[in-house]
């Protein structure tokens, strides 16, 4: 899985990893010490399995062990554990003794356990002679049943949230910028293989720059439908480069050198439970890909009669006719020379790719360079997700 | 509950079907066992029942079996069954006996599952003689209330989901397209018999075309009140067909022929557990009925002083005149001869019905062909929701 | 609590109750058994304590005779019934009997008990002589911990589900029309008392008629801060008759006489779970007082430096100047003669009152009929939440 | 952690205290009483652990204790407890005993204890021998799995629910006023150290201030994309002061002796659990500090390859030129000598912060009066977080 990841330079300057896990660290440790202490319970449902286990191993076994000095104490102080030498007789307080079939600590550490789990075989018990006994046995009930009713909750809840990070699974690998009716887009999928965000889905796209402060500012992108989506498909989740985006002003040879992150989240909530959850990744300028678009990987089977998904070409991109000068270029040379082109558009043939008119308007003015180097980065490699000469169905 | 639906050819190209369920296969199977493996308690809550008791029987019959050779192991080790053939005495190391009352692999299992669900009859019991058989006590007492606790879980969260598929229930079989205050507009019930998403409760509506790119594309249909609804009644969903809309260019001829899909959904909350669930339904053209408005099923019984619901005719539909040309034509019609309209309108009769104001301007236009196709799709079978003979209380 | 109703009608026509229930009915009964069936669950929370408590016992006792029934057949299949009656020997098969200690159906029944309930006591007890035992020991154990587990779950829901009908402590028992910064608005008071609903609240108020198909048909009105609130406080939610608003029309006079009904909603998250949940309640035209405004309870007291909240007075109204026509003539009356009034408001007193403004154009068009008409119904009643006494804090 | 808060007058008249806690009553106490019995439950998640331990503790032991009583009832209706003086041989009725091994109330409680929390040793155990004692059994053990399933159900429900009052960790201490990008803005700033509201985050802003009825009511105030974020980093919010805010006519002066409260509320889910949850925080006018922005605490460390967050400077503030007039001055001041300006400007030297432009046209008309004012405030306290003399980084 993390395989694919290796083309990237090793270490990138990212906020999220492409699985959505965070690459960030809070540097005052003395607070997060503080945190961990009020949220024990969102670290042992967060934690691993093993960590969760070993905690309650640990707290299951120190109660057992408190419990069981706790009832020697009480049997010691009854004068249970003192024989006469020669009938055998016990020669504490009381008709009887506080505890029947326990003379050493092992012995009251299996009546701790058998108590507090409820088990009570029988051999060992307490009886109804000391008061100081009965109180312990119902504290340890209650105690046995918090521990018990903390570890039922936390197994619970580690078994319905989802997995920590998805974001790999849920994104396609890489961003795409090409034209969809003749508008500079931002494309990439989004699946619903896991479905843990599938009622209610929402995807929100940030472009996260660094203001003149030096801090990361998140700009909302706009997406169409408000990023409202029914992930009942993969989908594609289009912003159009419009003039409020700030990706307005970025041609291809620019965007290649830029500095920012778009971080997406995909939230909803999980069919089965009805929780509410996110995946998230991001894309670094050189994960966009300038003048390609996505396999198509939907499919109408007649044999299965039924819609099927092409799982393996979810990341695939295939390369499409893009200007490669930025999205105010292209609306400048579209308005503009309005009259011009209007003229020659009379003269030109009929057009059949929904993507040649401004295609034609702009090769004048804009070599296709950038294309080419951010091409570059990728060809090298052979990733089996990346297919160039798949044709366009248009 | 599923013989109406026979009435459609057997297999209809959809994603959807009515009842919510997904027609869409995922190819890569390799991909899916991962996904499996990740959510595994994901694959038990909405699996069947049987499943999920399986699987419980099967880890808890797996982990009595484990523990008790564990046992079985320990006494062995420990030399409890070898017995002197002439005295009957133990023959092992030690005072005592690990365990007490298990003596075969069969007596071990039962001492397993006597201690893991915390039964301990008496009869067979591990001693303080051995640590290893006491840790072994306490292992199965922790690994059986994980297991019992992922079991509660499962079981809670089984119980308190919205059932699968409940598409059916919730929407009426067909939509409709009518006049309405004039406007045309597409039509749908949504009922809160079952009572999963009564609050907070939302529809969207989404338009699924096939894309240029051979892809499923959503355009989502803006609905009145955008969609929010209080499901305390049964409720008419109303999407008006405006220039905006993707309808707005079909005629009723037009429509019987299109190749699309229409998904709904219904997200809300369940008024008992607060849980976000999800219904859904999808409607092919063939199940938009052009000319049709739904009957009303709501009125107040001044005998049991109460609003009533005939469900019987939730989905029960009667015939309204309506324009069979495309909403575009009508506007058309309405907005480009407005010199003469506004002069017949002065020689005409007073208007008692809503929608005879448009259907008169456009009946020169238009004859009314498509309403026939439409109907006779339907009129063969005998549906007893489909009432052709209610007449309309305007 | 409910005393106070008595004053409206006994039955008035509505959806919803004061309290939030619905007063409507779904005449098919076989669907409603259907739903029964599906939702099982929901029915065991939404119930009252004593039908959950019921249906338990039913399930615990039934399971526990069901098992005591299938233990004695095992046991009388094994003939470890039948005794030699000179010696007393057990009869059956094998080398021991499958269960000890139980002889009778009573007995089995308290073995059965012993063992689901997981006591076990240990003087009835299975053998590891019959696998048959064994099997059904295990499968006991199994049904016995998703019961318990169901228990749990139902328990849990039902703890922390909110009331089932809250909504006579939540909103105000009447709404009121007033002016507010010179515009006529619909007000209604909304409290806190109740926390159910205080993180992320928002409220939906809906104006429904009968639509002219004779069904109900919701219009949403358009709140103050799109019916968002921050709930630490009762609040008091505000509608602005506006052009849009359907109240638009509508006199003093006509209110009285009109045939519609206002139904709110308060959706929100639990502070403490976090659980989404939604109290409700219904206003009918005659519950709108028209020139009235709710009486200030919020008062900084700083004897305790604190703000008080005077939850006596939550219901109270007290009469204010309030023109009885309609927003609309108001609206017509204050733009139409423009130039008038501009002249006759430079030879004007001061205005201290703000909507003082507004009546004074308006006194000589609409004398004050409505509000005498109005108070009338109320007048009569001695409800101690109805201070007509006290003075305007303005 | 409340140390900080001394250095503000004692008693603020504030609606929320700066942890979000409430600084509200209810005056009238028999209502908070009837809710206090409606919400038992949410009461006990809401409580201190030590009150939910010690109901808990008392509901178990009540329990017992009547259960115990119930026991020695039917024991004593039985005659168990009469036995013959000479031969000990039990007198009462029947065949055997209904109980066995308890012959005084001591004796009854362990029975009762052993018994309802399932340990069973069976010193102590019923008889199948009265029909009366098999049913006491089995009520209690439903009884018994009633308390604990509501005992495990609340647990669960305290660990999984975020700490009470989290305000002063997510929150900054202060508001700012300052430019940004020529626009006066009101900052805070916002962290993630507790993840608790890390998914679908939103921030709403409300000013609350009283109205002429003399009641607070809120004004709620636009915040950049709507107040949605992604709360991966502490974040900084912002609400431009434009014309619709109602901060837009108050001066750095006016502010420092204005009246009303900033109500701040973040809710989101948690991304362990996926519970809604809130925290909140509230701002007076005197913790409005004007011409100050926060500091970068956000860095990308080479070394850890890593985004660091410095925690310990999250609520430190540094000077920034400001106009101390009101926004609506600026915005007058920029708009109206528009012709002025622009003559003046093409004369000025280039700017090199963002902020000179409009300082330089504010300076003669606003002397820098209120900031010192604000500034004194605070000045004269050593807190750590307040740091002056940090250059800015622009």
């Known amino acids: ?6 083309m990237l330079p090793k270490k990138s ?25 009020k949220d024990f319970a969102t670290t042992l449902i967060e934690g691993r399995w093993r960590y969760t286990l070993a905690i309650f191993t640990v707290s299951f076994a120190g109660s057992w062990a408190g419990f069981a000095a706790l009832w020697q104490l009480i049997a010691q102080a009854h004068g249970d554990l003192e024989f006469d030498p020669l009938t055998g007789e016990r020669m504490g307080d009381g008709r009887a003794a506080c505890t029947r079939g326990a003379y050493d600590y092992a012995g009251f550490f299996l009546l701790s356990v058998e108590t507090q789990g409820t088990t009570g075989y ?24 918090i521990i018990e009713g903390a570890m039922v909750g936390v197994v619970y809840a580690k078994l319905t949230r989802p997995p920590r990070h ?27 293989f ?18 003149t402060e030096g801090e990361p500012r ?13 992930l009942y498909l993969p989908q594609i989740i289009s912003h159009a480069v419009t003039e409020e985006s700030p990706l307005f002003g970025y041609s291809a040879e620019e965007l290649a050198n830029a500095d920012f992150e778009i971080l997406v989240t995909l939230t909803g909530n999980s069919k089965a439970t009805g929780q509410t959850s996110q995946s998230r990744t991001s894309y670094l300028p050189k994960e966009i890909l300038w003048g390609y678009r996505f396999v198509n990987i939907i499919n109408y089977d007649h044999t299965i009669e039924s819609y099927t998904i092409d799982s393996v070409h979810f990341d695939a ?33 009929p057009q059949d790719s929904f993507s040649s008119k401004y295609s034609l308007q702009v090769d004048m003015q804009v070599a296709e360079i950038a294309v080419k180097d951010v091409k570059s980065q990728f060809q090298a ?9 798949v044709p366009i169905k248009s």
């Open 218 to 230: 998140d700009t909302k992108l706009k997406l169409e439908n408000d990023g409202q989506i029914t």
């Open 13 to 37: 300057i990212r906020l999220y990893d492409k699985d959505g896990g965070k690459n960030i660290r809070v540097k005052n440790i003395s607070m997060r010490t503080i945190k961990f202490l």
């Open 1 to 6: 899985k993390n395989s694919n990841l290796n």
């Open 122 to 145: 029988g051999e060992k018990y307490p009886t109804e002679e000391c008061p100081e006994a009965v109180f312990l046995l119902m504290l340890q009930l209650i105690i046995g049943t």
């Open 317 to 349: 991109v295939v390369r499409v006719d893009t200007p490669t000068c930025s999205a105010r270029s292209l609306q400048e040379a579209a308005t503009v020379p309005q009259k011009d082109i209007r003229k020659r558009k009379k003269r030109q043939v």
């Open 194 to 211: 896991a479905e843990h965000q599938e009622i209610n889905s929402r995807v929100e796209v940030y472009l996260c720059e660094k203001s």
């Open 381 to 389: 490699q052979s990733w089996d997700g990346f297919i160039d000469s």
């Open 166 to 192: 998805t974001g790999d699974f849920v994104f396609s690998r890489n961003c795409v910028i090409c034209l969809r009716d003749g508008v500079v887009c931002l494309l990439f999928r989004i699946s619903n």
